[in-house]
Structures are given as structure tokens and as C-alpha cells.
């Protein structure tokens, strides 16, 4: 399942930790926290955290693409 999800009778749920995944993928966004140091606080892969930024609505993210 991806970061942040687990799966539950074949359906995604938000994991315990979802709120803290999305506050350090928001902290990536705004390039404030490396992917690096967010690989390693999540203790997942760079690839990882490239996929979740990837899928911004999955994590109620704004799209990488958007002027903010």
C-alpha cells in the first residue's frame, strides 16, 4: 500500500501516522525539509516520497504543477 495506508478487507485506510506523513510531504513541497531527511524521518525511500508527491490528492497535497 503507499506511504501513509493500509489495507484493510481489500480497501485503503488512512494509517495512524497519515497526519504526520502528509505534514512532512507539505514540509517537502515547500521545500523546507529534503526528500533526503523526509526518506529518513518516514524511514522510507527517496522513491517513496517522489511517488507520494506524485499523487497529491491521495494526501490532500495541491498538484506540484500549481503556482502558490
Keep these: 500500500p503507499p506511504i501513509g495506508f493500509n489495507v484493510e478487507e481489500g480497501y485503503l485506510v488512512k494509517a495512524p ?3 504526520d ?8 513541497q515547500k521545500e523546507k525539509l529534503s526528500k533526503r531527511s523526509a526518506a529518513d524521518e518516514l524511514d522510507c525511500s527517496r522513491r517513496t516520497i517522489n511517488r507520494a508527491l ?15
Design 54 to 68: 506524485d499523487n497529491p490528492e491521495r494526501y490532500g497535497l495541491s498538484s506540484r504543477n500549481s503556482c502558490d
Design 17 to 19: 501516522d497519515y497526519g
Design 21 to 28: 506523513i502528509v505534514g512532512t510531504l507539505r514540509l517537502v
